[in-house]
Nanobody, 115 residues
């Protein structure tokens, strides 16, 4: 059974930081491209960042410099370090795993940026 379990969300003040983690099980983690997406209330799910199986990083231009994605194949985890958070970063953040035609999603973790 494939599971992607996100953690690390919560309430943070503007300008603060959060570190999201996604723990994978049931897949050969090292061959999957991993990513983070987010969905704000009333909006479509959007890409935040991805890291390929080979370690190539990709970010949405608007988030470059504030968000950092990384992966640890030994621990089967992918993390998203989020700095200088803004209220508009408020969303449910989802972990994603893709390999060829296989795609999996986590259940999401809520991030709320508010004073």
């Amino acid at each position: 059974q494939v599971q992607l379990v996100e953690s690390g969300g919560g309430l943070v003040q503007p300008g603060g930081s959060l570190r999201l983690s996604c723990a994978a099980s049931g897949i050969v983690f090292s061959i999957f491209d991993m990513g983070w997406y987010r969905q704000a209330p009333g909006k479509q799910r959007e890409l935040v960042a991805t890291v390929t199986s080979g370690g190539r990083l990709n970010y949405v231009d608007s988030l470059k410099g504030r968000f950092t994605i990384s992966r640890d194949n030994a621990k089967k985890t992918v993390t998203l370090q989020m700095n200088s958070l803004k209220p508009e970063d408020t969303a449910v953040y989802y972990c994603n795993a893709v390999y060829l035609s296989r795609q999996y999603w986590g259940q999401g973790t809520q991030v709320t940026v508010s004073s």
